[in-house]
């Protein structure tokens, strides 16, 4: 596997490819201390596309100022070998100031519609950031493809409506969740969690799942699905919840019944540790 980083790099990698015609370019962008749920997308790239980058930045304009930009698990030699063992021919580990090359004077991607919802009304800035990382990534590796686990789903919706406006040539493949066997979604920020609060941190997957259920047993108002995830949460007073919300997935905003298609998600405090949860209803 290549260790790219530069910007041109990259960029002459994926141009060196598309020129001898050689297949599909997928991209999996990440901020790593990669997990199963990384590999996933990693795979999923691998069995669609030819050639395969993986992106590696902690990207510090999608953190505020109080958030946990600098002690953000870092893991470069492990990265690498997990990226490497799942597919990824490349991977791209630029410094900030290789994407950021003005500084905090840079130019932003911003989807006005969308980044103020969810995560994006309690982290102003937070999809602003996201938005114009991926755009410049886009702008490097020219991928056919690129990967998103459905665990940011609200970053889904932000990056699909990017690419729709600004007209990419990338496709959007959005992956589903990888839990770990109790039900807790995969994620980087889990180290963080004491083991007293990684079991309180189960609240989260056992709303989404108790959501699930009643949906598939006939209730659709949302009035009552998000009085049952409330109860949930009330059964684990430690955990500090900032949404609970259904939305339509594309729009992200509150819809009153729970049509196919539509997004349950929450996001929650566990300690000093922000963690987030969804499902797509049936
Ligand atoms: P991150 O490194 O946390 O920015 O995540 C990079 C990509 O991996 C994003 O598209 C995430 O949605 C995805 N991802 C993170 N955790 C999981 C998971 N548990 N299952 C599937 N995809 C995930």
Redesign the pocket.
Known sequence: MQILRGVAELRRWSRALRAAGDGLIGL???????????A??IRAARADCAHVAVSVFVNPTQFGPNEDFARYPRSFEADCMLAEAAGAEALFAPTVEEIYPNGAESTFVDVPMLSDRLDGAFRPGHFRGVATVVSKLFLAAEPDRA??????AA??AVLRRMTADLRFATEIVV?????DADGL?????NAYLTAAERVQALVLSRAVRRVASLVADGERRASALLASARRVFAAEPEVRVEYIALVDWATLEPVETAVPGALFAVAAWVGSTRLIDNVILL
Do not use: W
């Open positions: 999996v962008p990440t901020m790593g201390a990669l997990h199963e749920g990384h996933s997308l990967y998103f686990g459905q665990k940011d970053q889904v992956c589903p969740i990888v839990r979604a995969l994620s980087s920020r």
